[in-house]
T-cell receptor, first 111, second 112 residues
Framework: EDKVVQSPLSLVVHEGDTVTLNCSYE??????LLWYKQEKKAPTFLFML????IEKKSGRLSSILDKKELSSILNITATQTGDSAIYLC???????????FGTGTSLTVIP | DGGITQSPKYLFRKEGQNVTLSCEQN?????MYWYRQDPGQGLRLIYY???????QKGDIAEGYSVSREKKESFPLTVTSAQKNPTAFYLC???????????FGPGTRLTVT
């Protein structure tokens, strides 16, 4: 059965720490992997990854895909309280309209 | 176990037909949401409901309709007016309008 698993389920860090969130998947005919940030509103799109080994960056956030290991990591450096959110990982299957969402990692950044 | 169910997982329809996607939750959540996920794009909000018998349009409500007659159910109808209905549809719920959202497994709709 196709699935996406995120770890850890929750994480509490202090401002300034660096965190790494993990997403592993078992999806037939992988096409892309997406990361979202969900605060107290609709999820915000962060990254889409399709090629293995190529890092995508946006400010303090970066993500990389490892197709061999069927996984991706999302790194956040110098965390701020505004980074507190649930981070969702989703994988798109090659059929184009089938997505599998993980349950998310809840990140809390304390001052 | 509490959770959100969407059915069916895959749905096929002919162009010009209306189709209704089911979303049920037994989490006792007040708020429910419908999103659309297309390849290469982020989630887009179609409709949301903060409480029974009330719902509001999201960013891309045209061609869709919803109802919220029961707390646990929030069906989405994709009408023939929706120009590009083929997509992956995701339902979510939260305790309140600003709460953590729990997502269903999604329904993939293909219209030919």
């Amino acid at each position: 059965e196709d699935k996406v698993v995120q770890s850890p389920l929750s994480l509490v860090v202090h401002e300034g720490d660096t965190v790494t969130l993990n997403c592993s998947y078992e999806v037939t005919n992988f096409r892309s992997l997406l990361w979202y940030k969900q605060e107290k509103k609709a999820p915000t799109f962060l990254f889409m990854l399709t090629s293995s080994g190529i890092e995508k960056k946006s400010g303090r956030l970066s993500s990389i895909l490892d197709k061999k290991e069927l996984s991706s990591i999302l790194n956040i450096t110098a965390t701020q309280t505004g980074d507190s959110a649930i981070y969702l990982c989703a994988v798109e299957a090659n059929t184009g309209n089938q997505f599998y969402f993980g349950t998310g990692t809840s990140l809390t950044v304390i001052p | 176990d509490g959770g959100i169910t969407q059915s069916p997982k895959y749905l096929f329809r002919k162009e010009g037909q209306n189709v209704t996607l089911s979303c049920e939750q037994n989490l006792n959540h007040d708020a429910m949401y419908w999103y659309r996920q297309d390849p290469g794009q982020g989630l887009r909000l179609i409709y949301y409901s903060q409480i029974v018998n009330d719902f509001q349009k999201g960013d891309i409500a045209e061609g869709y309709s919803v109802s919220r007659e029961k707390k646990e159910s929030f069906p989405l109808t994709v009408t023939s007016a929706q120009k590009n209905p083929t997509a992956f549809y995701l339902c979510a719920s939260s305790i309140g309008p600003l709460g953590e959202q729990y997502f269903g497994p999604g329904t993939r709709l293909t219209v030919t």
